[in-house]
């Protein structure tokens, strides 16, 4: 069995997620591919390329890539994902932009500083009722396939617990039975809110919340008051109850996060070099 690390890089067009693989890729002792990841419904089947003259995937090779692809898919799938060429060799792995699997080593979110009228966190009115069809559709499809059932589980349980399930099957079969059971009366049930609004992801930054590393890249020292802002509120994701509750419904865990101010166009930046020692101690884990 092929062991290896998979760092998926996040975040918005144009906020500097292909600067940060280029600044791993120079930084990691040990091979790594790149793959640019790209989520397309409309496709029958996933699709992987490594066309010479991609200038994504030139910048990755110059930055010291081990191997170099672009991956479309219709939808994340784990098993498509590591049937694919590129994941035959041993390799770690950094994918960029959109994830086509649920679960990574490391997630990372590439910001921009929000400009002065934009703000990470927004209040919206609250829909009780497609809420709670939003949360029933989202177990269900992670209950219709095992590697789901395995995240579900790891989100839900106690890491030792989560563990020992995925080495005992029984154990992960009873957790699927008794979530489904949950789900009967879950959809039968009229939801009720107190609260006439909540708060949300505002629909650039949204993905923000599952990461466990957080880079708010500024381009000059003029935008580092909003970076800092900026970093306050993605500290609240965890902090603050309220705004936990909305954003993570019942699929919340307070993972810890590291939350970083950084100038990635600058080598010497001291944010910079948190982060990196960060997303390679990710790298570490797995030797």
């Known amino acids: 069995m ?7 890089v996040g975040g918005p067009a144009g906020s500097g997620k292909t600067t940060f693989v280029e600044h791993l890729l120079r930084a990691a002792d040990r091979p790594v591919q ?12 996933p699709h992987e390329s490594a066309p010479a003259d991609h200038p994504e995937l030139k910048r990755y090779r110059k930055a010291g890539a081990d191997g170099a692809a672009v991956y479309r898919f219709p939808e ?5 994902l590591f049937c694919s060429c590129f994941m035959e060799d041993p390799s770690d792995v950094v ?6 699997l649920d679960y990574v080593d490391l997630d990372v979110f590439i910001a921009p500083a929000p400009e002065l009228r934009n703000k990470l966190l927004r209040r919206v009115k609250r829909n009780a009722t497609r809420e709670r069809r939003a949360t029933v559709t989202r177990l269900r499809k992670l209950l219709a396939s095992q590697d789901g059932t395995a995240q579900l589980a790891k989100e839900l349980l106690e890491t030792p617990l989560a563990l020992l399930s995925e080495s005992r099957p029984e154990l992960l079969k009873l957790f699927r039975s008794g979530i489904a059971t949950k789900l ?5 049930v009229q939801p009720s809110t107190k609260r006439s609004e909540r708060w949300a992801i505002t629909k650039s930054y949204r993905g923000i919340e599952r990461a ?5 890249n500024i381009r000059s020292d003029a935008q580092r008051q909003r970076g800092e802002r900026a970093l306050e509120d993605v500290l609240r994701l965890r902090k603050d109850e309220e705004v936990f509750q909305d954003v993570f ?13 950084a100038n990635l166009s600058s080598e010497r930046d001291p944010g910079l070099k948190q982060t990196l020692r960060r997303a390679l101690r990710a790298f570490d884990r797995q030797r």
Not at 2 to 8: L, M, N
Not at 184 to 188: F, R
């Open 34 to 45: 790149a793959v640019r990841c790209h989520r397309e419904p409309g496709l029958v089947a």
């Open 2 to 8: 092929i062991e290896r690390t998979i760092v998926s």
């Open 95 to 100: 994918l960029e932009g959109e994830r086509p």
């Open 212 to 216: 466990q590393l957080v880079v708010i």
């Open 249 to 261: 419904d019942s699929r919340g865990r307070r993972t810890p996060i590291t939350a970083v101010v």
């Open 184 to 188: 009967v009366s879950l959809g039968s």
């Open 76 to 80: 994340p799938d784990a098993d498509a």
